[in-house]
């Protein structure tokens, strides 16, 4: 089996499983215990913290959060932040974030509030300028996620931060970082960025943890009311196994985040530059060198997605598809839409995103076999004057 | 990931009569690029049977399955035979679809039902009757896929859709925008009101098919708990009853007639009764 579809989620690290092992085995005690059992425990969680603080750029391990998963991060910052800023009704995000804060903006409208979303181009790149007319006195909050899970494409969050702030100094800003986290740098420290979400097993951590940096002097109510933990911000008995499973990986991640903008981006250029060079009818979705090293969005035009993904998935191929025919919705994907791909690729978008796993005789397969599949799949369309121009175009 | 019968995995990863006719007799097309699937479908004829037929798709597994199905199930038919044909025929054939894919084959049913009114117009005929209903003059109620009132009511029809969201998984009608969500929620309730009046039954009749369902349905589940039930009169909608047996007495009789005894009259029956005991 050959998985390119680690945007959607990665496999474990072995070293991570290690280190997860003795809390659900012989130290299980509930980390706020009072006896020397709990200290273990305990202690795990400290240092999974202190980890997390490493790996997001924080100052202080006081300004992590262990949440249950990259949406949780999301709901607990956005809906956490309105809920003590109930006079300031405008809050801002984009076409292209993910559905966890898209669809949570969508129930905030209903509620009263009214939101912008900001366009991008056909690129992927998000209007600056547009963002920066928006704001208003009256912004309680701006949600800009780091990388798009669909194209790879890095806003300038840092540079997005000082405008905001600039503008609006109390308006939050929100930053889900659940594509970015262990594919780029991120330090937010030396930013303006409020609070910043990600989510483990995107980084090789199992589902189900996930992570909320929040700048000391935000202000926010809890998801989940109940006991002390994660200092009164998110009660609930502390996942310690997954806890400590998301520090391993998040100080694994910053040690190979080298490999990943070296290596991995090279085998993702590879393997870009092999498809859009055999497949006459492949087109690349966002050429931008700001994306994230391991993803790549290639279009196949005037042949539909699922069909694509099934014949891959007959080779033992993994990827994944904006098009609508894979998600049980109708639509297809709102990202690419946005952007403005035409009709024609638009189905028969695929992505592929590689891992620090990821070997070179697994890229030369896909390259290899490829031309051969979309041969057979374009004989099928309907479209073929259209895809002989488009042969002889390409030459 | 889909389940997929082994006949759609069969038929996607080889399809059967993919290509062009360059001299067809009839073409049929439905579906769009915009859309994210279509269709053309070649027939080629002799006298009024179908000698061959291919066919080109742009879709996904489940349309190109229900495409190459499509074609083997024509060829070798005549014309009165194929007009016959259903959107859920098409599914049975592949063994089934997944609910959210039966759109897949509704537009193989169109293709084939485009290309016979070619056909038929071509010949002077007058209009035809389809088993989806659509006629030229209905009015679209899905502008975003160009889906019209009869297409919804026959699809509603022949499936026994009762929700907005089977007819959008049948019909794609309602899957964009979703602004025509509210005329589907009438259509459907327009229909299955029409539906259940047409079928009210005389008071004989009500008191026949009450006592068929006690006997058949009602009485068998007692006997196995060493009760039974009898029936003893029909007043209006309200079915009085007599446990006997073990169930008389029983101190869960209250419940057996609420949840069990009435729940199963009220589905098979008539809604509007209620059971009591005397």
Redesign the interface.
């Known amino acids: 089996m050959i998985y390119f579809d680690n945007n959607a989620t990665t496999k474990i690290d072995e070293r991570v499983l290690e280190e997860m092992l003795p809390y659900f085995k012989e130290d299980y005690a509930n980390p706020s215990s009072m006896y020397d059992f709990a200290k273990k425990p305990a202690a795990a969680i400290k240092e999974a913290r202190g980890k997390m603080k490493d790996f997001l750029g924080a100052n202080n391990e006081k300004e992590i959060f262990f949440t249950s998963c990259g949406s949780e991060s999301a709901n607990m910052a956005i809906k956490g932040t309105l809920n003590c800023n109930k006079g300031k009704k405008h809050i801002i995000t984009t076409k292209v974030e993910h559905p966890c804060v898209l669809n949570l903006y969508k129930s905030l409208e209903k509620e009263g509030y009214e939101a912008d979303y900001i366009s991008v181009d056909s690129e992927g790149q998000l209007d600056i300028d547009e963002l920066k007319s928006k704001i208003r006195k009256d912004t309680a909050l701006v949600s800009v996620m780091y990388a798009n899970n669909e194209t790879g494409v890095i806003n300038p969050v840092e540079e997005i931060a000082d405008i905001v702030k600039t503008k609006s100094p109390e308006t939050i800003f929100f930053v889900d970082a659940v594509q970015a986290g262990g594919k780029i740098p991120i330090n937010v420290k030396d930013t303006q960025i409020d609070m910043l979400g990600v989510s483990g097993h995107k980084f090789h951590a199992p589902k189900g943890v996930g992570a909320l940096y929040i700048r000391p002097s935000v202000r926010l109510t809890p998801l989940i009311n109940g006991g002390h933990q994660e200092r009164g911000l998110r009660a609930g008995t502390e996942n310690v196994p997954y806890i400590a499973g998301i520090g391993k990986a998040a100080e694994l991640a910053l040690n190979s985040l080298n490999y990943e903008m070296t290596e991995v981006k090279r085998l993702r250029d590879k393997l870009e530059d092999g498809i859009l060079k055999n497949v006459f009818n492949s087109r690349l979705n966002s050429s931008l060198k700001n994306r994230v090293p391991n993803t790549s969005n290639i279009g196949f035009e005037?042949?539909?997605?699922?069909?694509i993904l099934?014949?891959l998935s007959?080779i033992g191929v993994c990827a994944s598809s904006g098009?609508?025919?894979?998600s049980?919705?109708?639509?297809?994907s709102h990202v690419l839409r946005a952007m403005g791909i035409p009709?024609?690729a638009l189905?028969g978008s695929i992505r592929f995103s590689l891992s620090r796993f990821t070997t070179e005789k697994e890229v030369d397969f896909v390259i290899e076999k490829l031309p051969g599949i979309m041969e057979k799949l374009t004989?099928?369309?309907?479209?073929?004057d259209e895809l002989m121009k488009l042969k002889q175009r390409r030459g | 990931m889909w389940e997929y019968s082994e006949k759609v995995l069969e038929h996607?990863?080889n399809?059967r009569n993919?290509?062009?006719i360059d001299d067809a007799d009839i073409i049929g097309e439905a579906g769009s690029?915009?859309c994210?699937?279509?269709?053309?479908l070649y027939i080629k004829l002799d006298g009024n049977v179908i000698k061959d037929a291919k066919f080109?798709?742009?879709?996904?597994?489940s349309?190109?399955a229900s495409s190459s199905i499509l074609t083997e199930m024509i060829i070798g038919k005549t014309l009165d035979e194929v007009k016959k044909i259903t959107n859920k025929d098409i599914a049975d054939a592949l063994g089934g679809l997944p609910q959210?894919?039966m759109?897949c084959s509704v537009m193989g049913q169109e293709a084939l039902e485009d290309a016979l009114k070619k056909y038929y117009k071509e010949d002077g005929w007058e209009e035809i009757e389809f088993p989806s209903g659509k006629k030229e003059s209905d009015k679209v109620i899905c502008t975003c896929?160009n889906v019209t009132e009869g297409q919804i009511l026959e699809a509603v029809k022949i499936n026994g859709l009762k929700t907005v969201e089977e007819v959008?998984n049948y019909t794609?009608a309602g899957?964009?925008c979703g602004r025509c969500k509210g005329a589907i929620k009438n259509i459907l309730e327009e229909y299955w009101n029409k539906t259940s009046s047409a079928e009210e039954l005389t008071p004989t009749q009500k008191i026949l098919k009450i006592n068929k369902v006690i006997d058949q349905q009602v009485s068998p589940q007692l006997q196995k708990d060493g009760g039974d039930i009898e029936l003893v009169d029909v007043e209006g909608n309200t079915v009085k009853v007599k446990l006997t047996g073990m169930c008389s007495g029983c101190k869960n009789a209250s419940m057996t007639i609420k949840s069990f005894v009435e729940s199963i009259l009220k589905d098979k029956v008539d809604s509007n009764l209620t059971v009591e005991q005397v």
């Open positions: 005037y042949v539909e997605g699922e069909l099934l014949h007959d098009s609508a025919c894979t049980g919705s109708l639509e297809p009709f024609t189905h004989s099928i369309s309907p479209y073929q | 996607y990863r399809p993919v290509g062009k690029l915009a994210g699937d279509s269709l053309k080109q798709t742009f879709g996904c597994g349309a190109v959210e894919k759109h896929f959008t794609k899957g964009a």
